[in-house]
Structure formats: structure tokens, C-alpha cells
């Protein structure tokens, strides 16, 4: 069983930054890929980036395209993402998770918001 646990959100004004992080205990870390998802009021769970287990492959939405960055330290079992020029569309709780989701392994999330 993998347990996630992210932190690092906020409020933050439109054009800021924030660092999120993701700290996963369970089964090995470093053989899956990560991702993170975000859900903003009123909408469904969407995909935000993901990493391979090496750091090798990302992908990106087009939304945070050139604003966010995914990354890993598979010694300390954490996932990162780095947000650049935040925009107030960018508000949303931040997930993190397997790519492809596991059910199960849903965190509570990390709350960003950022203002106008």
C-alpha cells in the first residue's frame, strides 16, 4: 500500500510561485510513475503533470505548460511541483498520486489558492 502526503500550498498572489511536495511511504517509491492532479471548486479531478521513474519522461497539461515543473528525489521519496506564474485558474487542491491514479492511494491534498 502506497501513502501519500502533500504540503506546500497556500495563498499566493497571481504571478507568485509555490513549491509542492509529496512524500510517499509504503511500497518502493521509485518504480512508479507520479503524477499530479488538481480539482478546483465546482470541477473534476484533472490531470496537472507526471514524471517517470527516472525523471527521464514528463508530460505536462497544456494549461501549466512552461510555468510548472515536475520533479523527484527517489532517495527522500518525494515528488515535487514547482509553480511559476501562478495564475487565479491555477486555484485548485493539488493531489498527488501513481500515473495511472490508484484508487487507494488518494491523499487529502494540498490547497492552493491564488488571488486576483
Known amino acids: 500500500q502506497v501513502q501519500l502526503v502533500e504540503s506546500g500550498g497556500g495563498l499566493v498572489q497571481a504571478g507568485g510561485s509555490l513549491r509542492l511536495s509529496c512524500a510517499a511511504s509504503g511500497r518502493t517509491f521509485s518504480v512508479y510513475t507520479m503524477g499530479w492532479f488538481r480539482q478546483a471548486p465546482g470541477k473534476e479531478r484533472e490531470f496537472v503533470a507526471s514524471?517517470?521513474?527516472?525523471?527521464?519522461?514528463?508530460y505536462y497539461a497544456d494549461s501549466v505548460k512552461g510555468r510548472f515543473t515536475i520533479s523527484r528525489d527517489n532517495a527522500k521519496n518525494t515528488v515535487y511541483l514547482q509553480m511559476n506564474s501562478l495564475k487565479p485558474e491555477d486555484t485548485a487542491v493539488y493531489y498527488c498520486?501513481?500515473?495511472?491514479?490508484?484508487?487507494?492511494?488518494w491523499g487529502k491534498g494540498t490547497l492552493v489558492t491564488v488571488s486576483s
Open positions: 514524471i517517470n521513474w527516472n525523471g527521464g519522461t514528463l
Open positions: 498520486n501513481t500515473d495511472p491514479p490508484g484508487v487507494d492511494y
